[in-house]
């Protein structure tokens, strides 16, 4: 959903989704490796900022949501961060169905080149 040929995989038979980007989370150094099973908003906040940077609209996420709640995986584990699994993996999808991020944060303040060019422009 960032990045054009990123893909996650499916396993049926361990009902695993690894869902590349989507659910990484940024873990300190040290911290013990644990799967997430409840408390997600304790984790919300290691996940937040790169997932509205990166991912591309709230459209794209609610139907990549719409299809993790169709094959019903048993947990979902990214490439960077903590497995999710439990109410906490139905916590995140529910956090991930509403999330504003990446085109939708974008308001015509981000559209303004004179005014940064001629802020700029005694420094040139």
Same mark, same amino acid.
């Given at each position: 959903?960032?990045?054009? !040929?990123?893909?996650?995989?499916?396993?049926?038979?361990?009902?695993?989704?690894?869902?590349?980007?989507?659910?990484?989370?940024?873990?300190?150094?040290?911290?013990?490796?644990?799967?997430?099973?409840?408390?997600?908003?304790?984790?919300?906040?290691?996940?937040? !900022?790169?997932?509205?940077?990166?991912?591309?609209?709230?459209?794209?996420?609610?139907?990549?949501?719409?299809?993790?709640?169709?094959?019903?995986?048993?947990?979902?584990?990214?490439?960077?961060?903590?497995?999710?699994?439990?109410?906490?993996?139905?916590?995140?999808?529910?956090?991930?169905? !509403?999330?504003?991020?990446?085109?939708?944060?974008?308001?015509?303040?981000?559209?303004?080149?004179?005014?940064?060019?001629?802020?700029?422009?005694?420094?040139?």
């Amino acid at each position: 959903m960032h990045s054009v !040929g990123n893909l996650g995989v499916y396993d049926p038979v361990s009902q695993i989704l690894f869902s590349g980007d989507i659910g990484a989370s940024l873990v300190p150094s040290g911290e013990a490796y644990r799967i997430i099973e409840d408390g997600f908003e304790a984790h919300m906040p290691r996940m937040q !900022g790169f997932h509205r940077r990166y991912m591309t609209s709230n459209k794209v996420l609610r139907l990549w949501v719409e299809m993790v709640r169709e094959i019903s995986p048993a947990m979902i584990v990214p490439q960077h961060g903590f497995p999710l699994a439990g109410q906490a993996m139905k916590d995140f999808l529910a956090w991930l169905e !509403g999330l504003e991020c990446g085109v939708d944060l974008l308001t015509s303040a981000d559209y303004q080149p004179w005014k940064s060019w001629k802020s700029r422009a005694g420094s040139i």
